[in-house]
T-cell receptor
């Protein structure tokens, strides 16, 4: 199975600032997704990170707020822009192996606290 | 759009008790179904999966799940739980051939008393 590393693992940010989370996979993956897990909540899909093109966002998430890049099959970034306390959450990068069948590998997540 | 419902938010059991966690999904087409587990302080990992064939699937650590198509259900079971099963369990669904998204339920927090 693929190993996914995220940076930073946690951060405390000021309102109005932006933070970029990096996701590195140790092997090529077909699919990459970004999820948000708010305290006591389930995982909510933010977007599908598409290699070399714009990400596909879910309802309620927009590119201006959560710009995503995926320059190759092993790396992606998620930026949380103009943060507010409501953005405090765990952000999870996940990948799907070749021959995509829906099985996901997850990183440890990035825990953001916005003051 | 597909959705997933997990009936139990928080379950507390004693060791050796039997476990069943409910999961229902809403999607009329063919689905891939998953249970993921998150142990305290660890990342999410796959517990078991169903793609096709035998509706009773076995996963790691003695867990199994049964897909009942007529009930749109994929309940997770374990005949005798251990303290180390304390974790959060997430049911997830992927609509085959429709899109590549995996939709998760709200999760069930399982606490096993020693």
């Amino acid at each position: 199975s693929a190993v996914i590393s995220q940076k930073p693992s946690r951060d405390i940010c000021q309102r109005g600032t932006s933070l970029t989370i990096q996701c590195q996979v140790d092997s090529q993956v077909t699919m990459m997704f970004w999820y948000r897990q708010q305290p006591g909540q389930s995982l909510t899909l933010i977007a599908t990170a598409n290699q070399g093109s714009e990400a596909t966002y879910e309802s309620g998430f927009v590119i201006d707020k959560f710009p995503i890049s995926r320059p190759n099959l092993t790396f992606s970034t998620l930026t949380v822009s103009n943060m507010s306390p409501e953005d405090s959450s765990i952000y999870l990068c996940s990948g799907g192996a070749g021959g995509w069948n829906g099985e996901l590998f997850f990183g440890e997540g990035s825990r953001l606290t916005v003051l | 759009a597909q959705s997933v419902s997990q009936h139990n938010h928080h379950v507390i059991l004693s060791e050796a008790a039997s476990l069943e966690l409910g999961c229902n999904y809403s999607y009329g087409g063919t689905v891939n179904l998953f249970w993921y587990v998150q142990y305290p302080g660890q990342h999410l990992q796959l517990l078991l999966k169903y793609f096709s064939g035998d509706p009773l699937v076995k996963g790691i650590k003695g867990f199994e799940a049964e897909f009942i198509k007529s009930k749109f259900s994929f309940n997770l079971r374990k005949p005798s739980v251990q303290w180390s099963d304390t974790a959060e369990y997430f049911c997830a669904v992927n609509a085959q051939g429709r899109d590549d998204k995996i939709i998760f339920g709200k999760g069930t927090r399982l606490h096993i008393l020693p």
